[in-house]
């Protein structure tokens, strides 16, 4: 079974209903290529891979205290949304769709009794949002198999950005990146036409008799290896002709692109998506990294942990205190000096040694679970 065959048989049917929204082809990558640009996958490629790294947990927070994946199910669902690919995964390829259009989709597989199987993530040509009689919201999307298939929205896991203008889905970006793109564009055919143009014809050879076309590929050939070859002329620099012949210097115009527009285009490019060259080559210190993080990186770690909990669970089972978090630590960047100097978090209880192993990527050990704390920090109470 196909990856898209899980959407067979599934379509809703609505009488009668009305369209809330139909933002066509507001999704779609700038001329089909977006994604193609090394600059705009560059620039995307550091938030999805941090993203991916976040780790999906279960919490369940109710009169029994609290309890860290309680549910089994819910954590393979996790770890294993589909049988093609892993949580990381799913995390990464959300990240990146979202980047791209500022939306991002994924369903919510049942079974008989509601409760979640799998998570699959959707990648359509075209979405439309259905509102029925009743006020139900449903999600239409046209597959790039061609398919149609209508989802109800509380089976729909989606990512918004720039959640202005429309009512459902948050804005395109294609408005705003088209403009640079046309000006990357631009620039990189420039460039290979001028390439292109540094292997043209530099000397015209004008001979002033009638020669056969052997003896002018002859002559030719021994006037380039005599005065152009740097490896055997002696005389590089210098020529000189008689009588028989006249050489003349083509200088060609060759379009050369601006290296400082092209840097500042580029430089547009990264702002919008909210990053910079150093985040891209991985030259961060530990400050701007911790600066790109909250910025950029936090805000949809949230916004992941309040879709999958709305959507998971139902409001009865979160009413319980259910709830998926999605666990992603700016530490992990900072430097050896800040990571040792966790330390002092180890023995006020804030806390524990395993979660400080963690950081330091040190596998876990028994009993490192456990919060302790040092004599002279014991509660006021005690």
Known sequence: MGLLDIFKNRAVTISKYELATDEGGGYYSWNGT??????????????????GKAVAKHIRNDE??????????????????????????????????????????????????????????ITAYGVEAIQDKSGNLYI???????????????????????????????DSPIRSLAPLME???????????????????????????????????????????????????????????????DAMQIEPKDYVPNAIQMDRTTQRILSFFNTNENIVQGKYTEDQWISYYETSIEP???QLSGEYTR?????????????????????????????????QYVDRGI??????????????REGGDEFIRRLDTRPTTE
């Open 140 to 170: 239409r999307f046209n597959l790039k198999s061609g398919k149609l298939v209508t989802f109800r929205y509380t089976d729909i896991i989606h990512l918004r950005k720039d959640f202005n203008d429309n009512e459902v889905f948050g």
């Open 34 to 51: 977006l994604y193609q640009s090394d600059i705009v996958r560059a620039a995307i490629r550091p938030k999805a891979r941090a993203i």
């Open 300 to 302: 949809d770690i949230m």
């Open 64 to 121: 029994k205290g609290l309890k860290v994946n309680p549910e089994p199910y819910i954590r393979f669902l996790l770890e294993e949304p589909n049988p093609y690919m892993t949580g990381q995964m799913l995390q990464e390829k959300l990240a990146i769709q979202l980047e791209l259009n500022n939306n991002a989709f994924a369903y919510i597989e049942r079974d008989g009794d509601g409760y979640p199987m799998s998570i699959y993530p």
């Open 351 to 364: 806390m524990n040694p395993n979660e400080v192993r963690e950081i330091l990527h040190f596998a876990p």
């Open 183 to 245: 000006i990357v564009n631009t620039t990189d055919q420039g460039i290979v036409k001028a390439i292109k143009n540094s292997n043209i014809i530099r000397w015209l050879l004008k001979y002033n008799a009638v020669l056969r076309p052997e003896d002018l590929e002859k002559n030719t050939k021994q006037f380039v290896k005599s005065f152009l070859n740097t490896e055997t002329s002696e005389t590089v620099g210098a020529a000189a002709t008689d009588s028989k012949m």
């Open 311 to 343: 959507k998971v669970f139902s409001r009865r089972e979160r009413g319980f205190g259910n709830k998926i978090i999605f666990e992603s630590s700016n530490l992990n960047f900072a430097s050896m000096q800040t990571k040792l100097n966790l330390v």
